[in-house]
């Protein structure tokens, strides 16, 4: 049980360290594309300024001839038509670094703030998965035990009652012998004798016939809790075994995920 607490001890530590590696991907995320906006907008103004550099050349000029090139294919039409396409593509890299900082960089932030609420959420039910798991190995520890206790008392008491049906049998046989060696006596003294020694021999083998009858039952109400005991154990160990594999196959994956 020690050992799979710190089992689970440490899978959550493995989920607190997940979540932070996953807010830290999403906080660079963030940081590279605040930084590329910035970039995206350096660049289109230093495109809009190159534009208006050369096209300013072109509204000054005085050359009429040149004026009139404009409007037909020629060099100069070609150099407008280029410098048309960089004020474009600045203003296309401003929208872009609009779209950055106005749509991207705030719903990183949001996925931000919902996998941490997300990763609260999953370690509570974590706790709670763990809890309910420890509840039943506990449960089962519990019933082990018992089963262990009362089966070492079901054993001990079938010992001493083998051992009062050999006292029993020792017992029986001793009288046996007793009367198979009487020596012969006088009628009277032959018959007092052997009063006596029934009366003592019967006496020994009642009194180990009760204490049989005692260790019998003994061993009997033992060996019913034994196997009481046992039943439950089985059945705590059946239902402990559903529910590490629920635990392990299915509730953790899902965790991790």
Same mark, same amino acid.
């Given at each position: 049980?020690?050992?799979?607490?710190?089992?689970?001890?440490?899978?959550?530590?493995?989920? !607190?360290?997940?979540?932070?590696?996953?807010?830290?991907?999403?906080?660079?995320?963030?940081?590279?594309?605040?930084?590329?906006?910035?970039?995206?907008?350096?660049?289109?103004?230093?495109?809009?300024?190159?534009?208006?550099?050369?096209?300013?050349?072109?509204?000054?000029?005085?050359?009429?001839?040149?004026?009139?090139?404009?409007?037909?294919? &020629?060099?100069?039409?070609?150099?407008?038509?280029?410098?048309?396409?960089?004020?474009?593509?600045?203003?296309?890299?401003?929208?872009?670094?609009?779209?950055?900082?106005?749509?991207?960089?705030?719903?990183?932030?949001?996925?931000?703030?919902?996998?941490?609420?997300?990763?609260?959420?999953?370690?509570?039910?974590?706790?709670?998965?763990?809890?309910?798991?420890?509840?039943?190995?506990?449960?089962?520890?519990?019933?082990?035990?018992?089963?262990?206790?009362?089966?070492?008392?079901?054993?001990?008491?079938?010992?001493?009652?083998?051992?009062?049906?050999?006292?029993?049998?020792?017992?029986?046989?001793? &009288?046996?012998?007793?009367?198979?060696?009487?020596?012969?006596?006088?009628? !009277? &003294?032959?018959?007092?004798?052997?009063?006596?020694?029934?009366?003592?021999?019967?006496?020994?083998?009642?009194?180990?016939?009760?204490?049989?009858?005692?260790?019998?039952?003994?061993?009997?109400?033992?060996?019913?809790?034994?196997?009481?005991?046992?039943?439950?154990?089985?059945?705590?160990?059946?239902?402990?075994?559903?529910?590490?594999?629920?635990?392990?196959?299915?509730?953790?994956? !899902?965790?991790?995920?």
């Amino acid at each position: 049980v020690t050992e799979i607490r710190a089992q689970l001890v440490e899978q959550l530590k493995c989920l !607190d360290q997940q979540c932070e590696l996953r807010v830290q991907l999403l906080q660079d995320l963030q940081d590279f594309f605040r930084k590329k906006a910035e970039i995206e907008m350096d660049y289109s103004r230093n495109l809009e300024k190159l534009a208006e550099r050369f096209l300013a050349k072109t509204r000054s000029t005085k050359d009429q001839q040149f004026k009139k090139d404009q409007n037909v294919l &020629s060099p100069v039409n070609c150099w407008n038509l280029l410098l048309n396409q960089v004020k474009r593509e600045s203003r296309d890299h401003t929208t872009l670094s609009d779209i950055y900082l106005n749509n991207i960089i705030p719903r990183f932030v949001q996925v931000s703030e919902d996998s941490g609420r997300l990763f609260k959420k999953s370690k509570e039910v974590g706790l709670q998965l763990q809890e309910d798991l420890m509840k039943v190995l506990n449960e089962l520890y519990t019933v082990m035990k018992t089963y262990h206790m009362y089966n070492a008392d079901s054993i001990s008491a079938q010992s001493k009652l083998k051992e009062a049906e050999k006292q029993e049998e020792k017992q029986i046989g001793k &009288s046996v012998k007793q009367e198979d060696k009487q020596t012969p006596r006088s009628p !009277d &003294s032959t018959s007092n004798v052997k009063f006596e020694e029934k009366h003592v021999r019967r006496s020994s083998v009642k009194k180990i016939e009760k204490m049989k009858e005692k260790r019998q039952a003994k061993y009997t109400e033992n060996r019913l809790k034994a196997i009481k005991a046992r039943n439950e154990y089985l059945l705590a160990l059946e239902a402990t075994n559903a529910s590490v594999f629920k635990y392990y196959i299915h509730d953790l994956s !899902d965790l991790i995920d």
